[in-house]
């Protein structure tokens, strides 16, 4: 199995800019979520999915940022318009279940300039 | 949210010593996870925990889950330097959800 991946594992943008963050799950994992890292704040769950339905997003920051997964293979966190505050490494995890551990992708560092 | 303490935050040990850390929540989990983050990747999952007094064993790596459900221990026995990363708990409590400690950074010197 090719594991949780992530695209692109590097971004660098202008602020104002839309960034768009990409997913693919390990397959059979019902479980999706995305995660925030910084050094000031840790791990911070902005989302999850089961079975492709959002579950709990109230870790989203705000408006600027939503998620989708229109599919069992494939979801995306976009941001717009992008901040330098956002400047951060995003993860995407997926499990068999949302009570099971978690297998985490390489993550996305993003730079907001 | 739920607040998970993890302590030490960080660790400078000589090669070959045993390591310990610790996490502690202020509710009852019900499963407890240990991961090892290395530089520029993913946190990787090395332990998980699903009974309370359970002890496992992975390698060099052991994790007990607290007999009060409350805190959950891991000890890395005869460390090289591989060893250095970022260890991070997670607790699972009553609805499902999985909280991250703050990491404990190790460092391991030859």
């Known amino acids: 199995d090719a594991g949780v991946i992530q695209s692109p594992r590097h971004e660098v943008t202008e602020m104002g800019q839309e960034v768009t963050l990409r997913c693919k799950p390990i397959?059979?994992?019902?479980?999706l979520f995305w995660y925030r890292q910084t050094m000031m704040r840790g791990l911070e769950l902005l989302i999850y999915?089961?079975?492709?339905?959002?579950?709990?997003d109230s870790g989203m920051p705000e408006d600027r940022f939503s998620a989708k997964m229109p599919n069992a293979s494939f979801s995306t966190l976009k941001i717009q318009p992008s901040e330098p505050r956002d400047s951060a490494v995003y993860f995407c995890?997926?499990?068999?279940?949302?009570?099971?551990?978690?297998?985490f992708g390489s993550g996305t560092r993003l730079t907001v300039v | 949210g739920q607040q998970l303490n993890q302590s030490p935050q960080s660790m400078f040990i000589q090669e070959g010593e045993d390591v310990s850390m610790n996490c502690t929540s202020s509710?009852?989990?019900?499963?407890w996870l240990w991961y090892k983050q290395d530089p520029g990747e993913g946190p990787v999952l090395l332990i998980a925990?699903?009974?309370?007094?359970e002890l496992t064993s992975n390698g060099r790596l052991t994790a007990q889950f607290g007999i009060t459900r409350k805190d959950s221990f891991l000890n890395i026995s005869a460390s090289i330097p591989s060893d250095v990363g970022i260890y991070f708990c997670?607790?699972?409590?009553?609805?499902?959800?999985?909280?991250f400690g703050t990491g404990t950074s190790l460092t391991v010197i030859p």
């Open positions: 997670a607790g699972r409590d009553t609805g499902n959800q999985f909280y």
């Open positions: 995890a997926s499990s068999l279940y949302s009570g099971y551990g978690y297998t």
């Open positions: 925990l699903y009974k309370a007094g």
């Open positions: 999915f089961n079975n492709n339905v959002p579950i709990d």
């Open positions: 509710s009852i989990f019900n499963t």
């Open positions: 397959s059979g994992h019902n479980s």
